[in-house]
Every structure is written in structure tokens, then in C-alpha cells.
């Protein structure tokens, strides 16, 4: 057995196995040294009430864990052998789908951005403004999207630092010319990024620029016809983009925010409350597939798995480099073994903390997408199910954060997120629509 398995099983796991007599024992021993850390079988205090879920999914890397999941198996070994990874074509068809719930050939849950599940819980982004109540069950990575922007703006060498587009921006629209930025959905991860990234180089993402809502997979191919001048996604699709000679990459977004949080695993909250030890079945699986995603001698295999045509359907060559942390910015900056690859696992990164979901609610104040008077400590008591998560990591026995919150968190301006205080922090913003 490796290392790195032995500090993943706990002593729970080793005991049992201790007790095990002849062909059982071996059999534990032998699952124990495949790739899974966690053996080939789970007993369960109590079983599944279902085995079928449907999930959604994106074509996007921080969907790699529901992927693995299904094709490596987990989920039946969790007792779900009915899970179903569908794809969505845009997070709009994700949203309306969860709304639609699995009985009404919708889905149950889905890989999401952050955001969605309280911007649906709430209302404010459902036909009617009618609640759909969601749950958070765990992170799905942290890191890994990125901002690209038009080869129009090469010589510009735009970065971290959006200031030097200011002008470029003003003259276009001078012009008489629309300055077009894409994002995936509105008050979504990709939305509140770039809106960060723009308004810290003092350009006003609702007055300077339109921004326009392009679903992930075609983000390549709006930029190549020229339909926007800047776009912020997940990967592969900025690799893809400088792979194609089309446009660079300005910034990855954990320049912005190191170790940021990113997709959820969300799950709609009437089926969690009537299932939940299918719920925590899932999770569980999920949970696992992010353990084997996260280890760098996995990662030639992940960008295999889901390049595959029914998954993404898209070239290795697009998918691999930057899961690995080596980035070829498209602009000169060619930069190898960075920090900038996807988390799925190290530093907690499954864990949902409340204090990132904390932020989340506040950048949708500041943006307008929720009312300034918010309780955001309460709206996110009623999404985060983090107590799942740790029940889940329970079974599994690996570590849990002791709190709930990872603390204050310092963004690339010198802005600081203090989630003791979120009135504080975007009082310190310049640019927002709330009045706070």
C-alpha cells in the first residue's frame, strides 16, 4: 500500500479490516490498493431510500468529479447504481430543470455555479419569481476559470490588471461601437469575477461595457466571429481559445482570489429532505472521484475521461496542460507547474464553507441581484447542508475544517472580505450598484 493511501484510510478502515479473516480480508486488502482509497465496499447504517438521481452537468473541468463518479462506478458503489450525469446545455437549461425537479423529467441536482443555488432558493432568477429551495452539499474545486480577451487587445497585454482596457473600452464606444464582456449566467461565478476584475481596474461593468450571456461551450466560437471583446469561463474553453490563436489570457481567476471557491454539488432540498441518505450517498461519491481528480498522476486520465465525445468532445491537447498548472497565456507568458490548476481536493477545497458562500451573496448585493437589507448569514444557514458534508467525510474518514468559516480573504487589490463583516467590505468598494 502507498503512502498516500494509508494517510487517506483512517484507523477505523485499518481495524476493520484487522478482523477480517481468509478470502474477506484479502479481498479489502486488494480493493485498498486501487486507485480508490476507500476499498470496493461501504457498509451503510441504513441504506438508500432511492438508487436513481438525475444530475446535471456543464462542460466544464470542475464537472470532472460527477464525471469520474459515474464512469469509474462510484455511485452504485454507494448504493446509487441509477445516477444520471446529464449534460445542460447553459446554466439558464440547468436552472429550469432543477426547478423542473427528476419526477418531472427535469433533474435532482446538478454541478452549479456557486451563486445559483440561492440565487433559485430565493427566487430571483426562476419564471414567476417562484422559490425552488435548494442545498448546497460540497465544493466541487477551487480555481481554474480564467478572463480572456480579444486579440483586438493584444498589444494592450491586459492582465490581472483591467486598467489598461479603460481607455481602449472608452474609445470603442466613442465610436459609436458596443464593448461586448461574456459571462455564463448572471450573478454567477463567471459574472461576479469578471465584474470584480473590470470594476478594480476602474471600468463599470454596467455603464462602460454590455455584458452578455454566452453558455460555456460556445464561448470559443462567439469570440472567433468577433461577438465579444472579452469573456470570463472555466476551462477548457480559455486553453481553446489560445490553442486556436483567437484571443490570450488576461488573467486566471486565482490571480484574482488565490484558492477561490468555484462550482457546487446542489442538490434540490426536497429531495435531500426525502432522501437523505441517498443524498449522502451521492455526496460520498462525489467526494471520492474529487480525491482521485485531485492527484496530479490522474490528471492525463481525467482530461481523457471527460474529453470523451458523450462528456465534453474536446482534444486532450485543450484540456491538459492547464489542469496540470501549466498555462500558455496566448500573449508571451508561457508559465509552468504554476498553482493556478484545479483544486478538487487539496486545502478542503470540497468543504463548503459558509464564509465563501457568504461572499458570493454579498457581491450579488453589490450588484444589485439581491436587496442591500439581506441577511446573508441567514440565507446561507438555510442553503449550506456543510453538516452533510461533514457526515459524509465522517463515514469516509478523512478530515473535516474545524469551523465553518476559512476567515478573512484577501483579493489581488488589497480588498478584504471579512465574512464577520460583509457590510464593512463592500462599503470599501468604489464601484457597486448597492447603496450600503
Known sequence: MTGDLKTILTKKHASRRAVLKGAGAAAVLAAAKTAFPFGAHVAWAAGPETTKAVLGYIALMDAGPLVVAKEKKLFAKYGMPDVEVNKQASWGATRDNLVLGGAANGIDGAHILTPMPYLISTGKVTQNNVPTPMYILARLNLDA?????????????ASVDASSLKAAFAKKKAEGKEVKVAV????GTHDLWMRYWLAAGGIDPDKDVQTIVVPPPQMVANMKVGNMDAFCVGEPWNGQ????????????TGEIWSKHP??????????VDKNPNA???????????QIWCDKMENRAELAEIVGKRQWFNVPVADIVGRLKGDYDYGNGRVETGTKQY????????SYPYKSHDAWFVAEDIRWGKFEAKTDINALVDKVNREDIWRAAAKDLGVAAPEGTSRGAETFFDGKVFDPADPMAYLKSLSIKRAEV
Do not use: H
Open 145 to 157: 476559470q480564467a478572463i480572456s480577451v480579444s486579440n483586438e487587445y493584444q498589444d494592450l497585454k
Open 184 to 187: 455564463t449566467f448572471p450573478g
Open 241 to 252: 481559445l489560445v490553442n486556436q490563436g483567437i484571443g490570450y489570457t488576461a488573467c486566471a
Open 262 to 271: 468555484e462550482k457546487a454539488l446542489t442538490l434540490r432540498a426536497d429531495f
Open 279 to 289: 443524498a449522502k450517498a451521492i455526496l460520498t461519491a462525489v467526494m471520492e472521484a
Open 342 to 349: 484545479m483544486k478538487f481536493w487539496e486545502g478542503f477545497a
